[in-house]
């Protein structure tokens, strides 16, 4: 039997066990931070499979290594944090953490990077040197700083992590080289004006009224003002002021997110947000406090490193099922953390079953449990070729 056939059969063997756990982690999700239990399993898992584990690392994270780390050393990075959403699937598994839910697959990810960890423990004379990173609060972009702090990815040559994506059916992985993700950022305007009465608006500076010409008017500025090939995304989530419904407030704060692809408008964007929210605001007679926070750079997928995994795959799962995909995602990931200092790459896993597949971030996501099995397969064998590259060089 050879190598592959054989990691297929040992995967087959211990596949309904890694069903089961993922259920477990999908009844028992933790908020960003504190996945303190979540880590626990993990960490005895990987000791049951023989790997050397160094706990709290990231605070709530943990890194396992497997063979000789001093020689050619790559990486796989899965995250391990849930989101605060309302589980509305109606699994028998479903979350039994009122308002916390696993709606973006990170219990997958998780599961994955275990049966990875299963698979090579099993191959000991293919592998160089590995380290898994289960990575903790992804969802909140502080995890992987976090990681790095505590030297996760010293010494790494390579790092690969994988990402539910739930525009693709089960059995394709899609796979792009440059960028894959935005950079993202939090932003906070305060809008400061004039309090009063309601029925007298005209001797107050309504800032209610002057937040909504805010918001509309940044996205007008964006249309006209910024290059339409380099788009960029502004929305707000969260607007609070006012205590009263006969008085006019005399602050408003707005809380959003801004999305970009390009590098470098992306650093002349706190500027140029500044300046047009300042005019808008002055313009009727408003000042206001802008806050922001860099969250993510963008996910920049290594050429080579991404034509290694989309070789890989495709000899696992035919050529028509592993797909280049032509758009990078608005959405942000910080994994790119990572790649800041270590070559990397990270493909699409294919989650929608027959039944479709809610968005992430959704109380109805429900990933097809299949796409796990291909997860494993797809990284696994992209490591054993990357190590038999760097043993043969």
């Known amino acids: 039997m050879n190598l592959l056939n054989r990691e297929q059969s040992v995967l087959k063997h211990f596949l309904p066990e890694l069903v089961e756990l993922r259920r ?4 028992h999700p933790e908020l960003s931070g504190h996945e303190y239990q979540t880590a626990a399993i993990i960490s005895g898992e990987l000791k049951k499979y023989g790997w050397k584990v160094r706990e709290g690392v990231g605070r709530t994270g943990l890194i396992a290594d497997l063979g000789d780390i001093s020689g050619p050393f790559v990486g796989v990075r899965v995250d391990m944090d849930a989101l605060p959403v309302e589980e509305k699937t109606g699994l028998p598994f479903a979350s039994v953490n009122q308002g916390i839910m696993h709606a973006c697959g990170h219990d997958l990810h998780t599961c994955i990077g275990l049966g990875v960890a299963r698979l090579l423990a099993k191959d000991l004379d293919q592998v160089t040197g590995v380290r898994l990173l289960f990575q ?4 909140i972009a502080s995890g992987a700083k976090w990681m790095k702090d505590d030297g996760a990815i010293d010494g790494l040559d390579a790092l690969f992590g994988v990402h539910a994506f739930p525009d693709l059916p089960v059995g394709q992985i899609g796979v792009k080289t440059g960028i894959l993700t935005a950079a993202a950022a939090e932003l906070e305007i305060e809008v400061i004006g004039e309090g009063g009465h309601g029925a007298r608006p005209h001797q107050s500076i ?3 009224w002057i937040s909504a010409r805010i918001m509309s008017g940044i ?3 964006i249309s006209r ?5 380099s788009p960029v995304v502004i929305s707000f989530g969260k607007i609070q002021g006012g ?3 006969n008085v006019i407030a005399d602050r408003v704060k707005l809380l959003g997110t801004v999305r970009c692809l390009d590098s470098k408008l992306n650093e002349n964007l706190p500027a140029w947000i500044q300046d047009t929210v300042t005019s808008i605001a002055a313009s009727f007679g408003a000042e206001v406090k802008v806050k922001y926070r860099s969250i993510a750079p963008p996910v920049y997928n290594d050429s080579g490193l991404t034509s290694l995994l989309e070789k890989c795959a495709i000899s696992l799962l035919g050529p028509s099922n592993v797909l280049r995909l032509d758009q990078p995602s608005l959405g942000a990931e910080d994994f790119a953390e990572f790649l800041k200092d270590v070559p990397g790459t990270m493909f699409r896993l294919g989650v929608k079953g027959l039944e479709g597949c809610a968005p992430l971030h959704s109380g109805y996501f429900c990933p097809d449990e299949s796409s796990l099995e291909i997860g494993i397969e797809v990284i696994s064998r992209t490591l054993l070729a990357w190590m038999k590259d760097k043993k043969n060089s």
Do not use: G, K
Request: glycine fraction near 0%; charged fraction near 25%.
């Open 206 to 208: 309504d800032p209610i």
């Open 225 to 229: 003002c910024l290059d339409p090939l």
């Open 24 to 27: 477990h982690l999908h009844s």
């Open 219 to 221: 996205q007008e500025a």
């Open 243 to 245: 205590q009263a419904f």
């Open 136 to 139: 903790p609060a992804e969802e």
